[in-house]
């Protein structure tokens, strides 16, 4: 995976809550197993009519809009389980996703696919979609190391499990963290008696 630090860009926002992975990406989608073109579906239903022409009025079709990061209403990635909805998220080009609340287990996908929820308060989340529309060049600042995401005069802490934030910060899957420490894995056995 792609390290993730610090991000300063410009935001796609998509004031819209209760978004579930079935909005997030279709299950006509998920046949596919393999990472590729789910970026290409993100939102399709919504970002699509049914003869396939882009709705102008989504604001992933808006050209005044873009950036690495989605600025998403309460409750982000409800519903199944499915991976696929991280996965669409990565693929269109985000790296960090806010709201002021996320279902857990897109949570969890997202982090393991290299994409960073930034949960924020209601009251900030509704002053960033204010800024954002006010100044669609508004840049903001999502600093990893420090947890903290900032635009303009404001900023506020966000929470990450402490191996997350690790795997984030240096690239690592969860297989690239364990080859990693596998000097530290092997001396610790060198070193203990395993009792069968």
Known sequence: MEKLVKIK???VPVNIENVDTDQIIPARFLKATDKKG?????????????DGK????FPLNNPKYKGKILVAGKNFGSG?????AAWAVAGYG?????????????KNN???NGVLPVQVSEVFLKS??????????LEIEVN??????????MAEHFEINEYKKECLLNGYDDIDYLLNIKDEIENYEKNHEFVI
């Open 38 to 50: 789910f970026g290409n579906n993100l939102f399709r239903d919504w970002r699509y009519d049914k």
């Open 54 to 57: 882009p709705k102008p009025d």
């Open 9 to 11: 860009s410009t935001c």
């Open 110 to 112: 997202a982090l393991n």
């Open 128 to 137: 960033l979609f204010e800024k954002i529309e006010d100044n669609p060049d």
């Open 144 to 153: 990893l190391e420090k947890q903290i995401v900032q635009m303009g005069g």
């Open 94 to 106: 985000f790296r960090v996703v806010i709201s002021s609340y996320f279902a857990d287990i897109f």
């Open 80 to 84: 199944s389980s499915r991976e696929h």
